[in-house]
Each structure stands twice: as C-alpha cells, then as structure tokens.
C-alpha cells in the first residue's frame, strides 16, 4: 500500500552578517566569513581581554598551557572540509588576550585529600568552588573572564548522590552568574584531552570572545519587525522549598539574532502532564509580557510586528489565551510546537542523467528540506546535507546515521510555513558556544534548555533581566 505527502519545498542556507554598516560583509560559513571579515563588534570590545585564573596549584601550569593555545596557530585533525585553520586569537578577533591580570586563585592541595576522604565529596567541592569565586569578584574590574580548570582526578565530585540534585558545571556557572562573572570552565578530560586542538581553541576562542561582551556574528536576513521566543522549564527536586518549575524564556531575539539578555522567574500555576508543565492564562500572559518588555527596551519602546514563540510540548488553550493577550499589540502571533523526537525518516534519490533512473543518493535529505503534512504540521529537516560549504560539494555534518526531521506543529497562526522555516534554520546558527556550522535546534530552544539547567540553581531568581554570556 502506498499513499502520498504533501511536495517538499527547500530553503537554501542562511547568511549570516559580520558588519553591522556593510551589508555585503557576509557568508553562510560562520568560522570562514569571521576569518574574511572580522567579527561583528568588531572594535567594540576591550583590547586585551583579561583572563584571571582559578586552578589547584599543581594544575596551575596545565591551565597556563591551555591558554597559550588560544595564541598559536593550530591546523585541524578532523573535519578538515569544513574546520579552517585556527590562525590564533588575535587573528581570528582582531584583539588579544591576556593572563596578566595578577589574580590567579590557587586552590590549596588539600582540597585532593578532603575529596578523597568525603562521604559526599560534591558538597566539599561545591563550598571550595564558592569561595574562591566569592573571592574573586572582590577583584571584579581587573578582569573580563574567569578560567577554572578541573582536574579528573576530582571526578567523584562532579555530581552528587543518587536523588541530589547536584551538577558540577551548572553549579559553577550558577555560582558565577549571580555575581555577574563570565566563566570559562576547563575540565582536564574533555577540553584540555581532546585530540583536535583547533576545534578545541575554536569553541574556547567564540565562547571568550561572546563572554567577553563581543557578538561574532548576527542573521544576515530576516524580518526587521519580528521577534523570536523560546520558552523552556526546568524541574526542582521534591525536596525543595521553592517553586517546583522555573520558567525560563530564552532571549528574545530579533532579526539580528541579537538574544544577549533573558528573563526567568518561579513559576506557581503550573499543571503537570506526563512531567511536562503547562502554564495557567495568568503565568503565560506574565511570561509573554516580560519577554516583550524586554524587546521594547531593546527598540525604543516599540512593539514588534510579528512574534514567533518556539517551545517543546504543545500550546495548550489557556497558554494560547495568554499569549494572544500578551502579544495583542503585535499584528502575528505563530505559536509553533518543534518536537525532536519523531518516527519520520527520509531517503533522497536523485535521477541518472540521460536514462532518468532514479538511484539512491550519496548524501542524505539536504539541510533545509520541508515537508508540509496538513495545514498544521510539517517536517523540516535542521541536521542533513548542505552544498556549497566546500568548495561546490557535499558536507553532512557529523557523517554518521541518517538525519531526523524535527516535526513543528503549529498551534496559532496562519499562512505558509516559509517564515517559520526559515527562521528556525537561520537561528541553529546562532549558538557562540561551538565551532558547528548549525545546531540540531534553533538557539529559542536549545538555549532555553541551558537557561532552565542553570537556572534553576539560584537561590533568587529577582525580576532583573540576565545577560546570557554568564550562563554561556
């Protein structure tokens, strides 16, 4: 038995733009358009950026290597038709960085024989790392960004007991965040042991430079008038006193791809579905509020024209009403559902030149291929091939398995899905953290994932926006 779907369409990839006056000053290849280029703020971040230190004393040397890393130059071991050469910082950022910051924390090797001899050795650590770090911020405008380097012999402390609720490097950056302190965490057995170097000082490089206050690069096109929202929660233990659920709205961001800040707070009307939250009216309508607060004050107290709010479980009625209401000032509410995990596969053929034999491809379903299934569903593949990355040819990210499609299930909204795909594929470019041509999910959602993690480890959430470099 046989049936039919709706034909696929197919955007091609999205540009991404690195001056914010030059409008020619683009490329779809984000590591080779910053090396043409130059990033996007570009003079607008101090130069040196200073680096202060956090380290055991006899790890001290290995954090310092890891650093001088970052200024030599260093050819890539894997992905060589898509990784460039790392050139060194400055030459990748226009800009140095520096050690000489006189403050460089050394942690006393007794803490190696604490951990050791603890029953719950996460909690020692834990009480260690928050003193150095409130030690550190006493010296707050000697330095941009904090280094702590992670030994593995320390292993038995980065999570705690079963049923403690305990992450070693959410805890850190939790630590650090509501100090107003970028940090850049190095853990002995993955950044420091990783065999291709130049993807290493790759990512550290992008991570010191956003960190630091620097944007590398913003969208190329899209819709100066419209707003993109994620929203994500994250679970508290049963044994906390607080709120059960943190509402985390990613940034919001603009056309420019612009998300430096977002907002969070405690969620209380909250009902639970299969361990998924679903907001009351009144917490939808307050979350959608502050989101678009927190655009006015980006644009000069003006609303946008469109919003399109992304989030992983559906929208339910009440979520819908409290966002319509919210947004009632803007012209288009999308309300879109992206569900990564589906059961659709896909397989490309392509047609044999003269004989029109169709054969089964090299290369799988192309990055950017929608596949509409009604008026309110529809298949867009994120992760899949891409042309024109490597000269003219092929290049499948991670070479391994066939792609998946995210499904995106559209809960308000009307029109065609062109806007809504377009956007989700310019924004898997937009994460600093890593050195990938394109994430598996817009940053709305993978961003908001991390927010939640992190989060929801703070004591006082406040009614303050956070700058999400602190959470990077």
């Known amino acids: 038995m046989t049936s039919e779907v709706h034909p696929h369409l197919w955007f091609p990839e999205p540009a991404l733009s690195f001056h914010p006056e030059r409008a020619e000053d683009t490329a779809v290849h984000p590591l ?49 038709e898509y990784l460039p050469d790392w050139p060194g910082f400055r030459q990748a950022f226009n800009l140095s960085m520096t050690g000489d910051t006189g403050f460089h924390l050394k942690l006393e090797d007794r803490l190696d024989d604490e951990l050791r001899d603890s029953p719950r050795p996460h909690v020692v650590l834990a009480d260690r790392m928050a003193r150095a770090i409130q030690a550190i911020q006493a010296r707050r405008t000697d330095f941009d960004v904090v280094f ?73 096109d899209a819709d100066p008038e419209t707003a993109y929202i994620g929203i994500s929660y994250a679970l508290r233990p049963m044994t906390s ?47 959608m509020s502050r ?20 989030k992983s479980t559906e929208f339910k009625k009440e979520e819908v009403a409290g966002c319509m209401e ?39 379903v192309q990055r950017g291929t929608l596949l509409p299934l009604g008026g309110r569903e529809a298949l867009l593949w994120v992760h899949g091939d891409v042309r024109g990355i490597t000269g003219g040819g092929s290049y499948f990210q991670g070479k391994r ?38 994430d598996h999910l817009p940053v709305t959602m993978s961003y908001a994932k991390v927010l939640a993690r992190v989060v929801k480890r703070i004591p006082d959430l406040g009614h303050k926006p956070y700058q999400f470099r602190f959470f990077m």
């Open 401 to 438: 398995s066939t792609p998946t499609p995210v499904r995106l299930v559209r809960h308000a909204g009307h029109g065609p899905w062109d806007d809504t795909a377009r956007s989700i594929l310019a924004l898997s470019k937009m994460n600093w953290n890593n050195d990938s041509l394109y």
């Open 291 to 310: 989101s678009l607060d927190l655009y006015r004050r980006r644009h000069s107290g003006r609303a946008p024209r469109k919003v399109i709010v992304h």
């Open 32 to 80: 080779r358009g910053l090396l043409r280029f130059g990033p996007y703020s570009k003079g607008l971040v101090g130069d040196p950026i200073r680096v202060a230190t956090i380290a055991p004393r006899r790890d001290a040397h290995a954090l310092y290597a890891f650093m001088k890393e970052l200024r030599e130059e260093i050819r890539p071991r894997e992905r060589s």
């Open 241 to 287: 006193d607080r709120a059960r659920f943190v509402t985390c709205c990613s940034q919001v961001f603009d056309a420019d791809g612009a998300g430096l800040e977002f907002v969070a707070y405690d969620a209380r009307e909250v009902e639970i579905e299969r361990r998924n939250p679903f907001l009351s009216r009144g917490e939808m309508f307050r979350v």
């Open 326 to 364: 919210a947004l009632h000032l803007c012209d288009e509410v999308d309300l879109v559902q992206v569900v990564e995990d589906v059961g659709w596969r896909a397989a490309r053929f392509e047609r044999i030149r003269g004989t029109g034999e169709r054969v089964a491809a090299a290369y799988p």
């Open 148 to 220: 702590i380097y992670i030994p593995a012999r320390w292993s038995r402390a980065f999570v705690g007991d079963e049923g403690d609720d305990f992450d070693l490097h959410d805890h850190l950056k939790s630590l650090a965040a509501v100090r107003d302190i970028p940090i850049q965490i190095v853990r002995e057995d993955s950044a420091a042991a990783y065999r291709d170097r130049a993807s290493v000082m790759w990512r550290i490089g992008l991570a010191l430079y956003a960190k630091a206050g620097g944007v590398p690069w913003k969208l190329a």
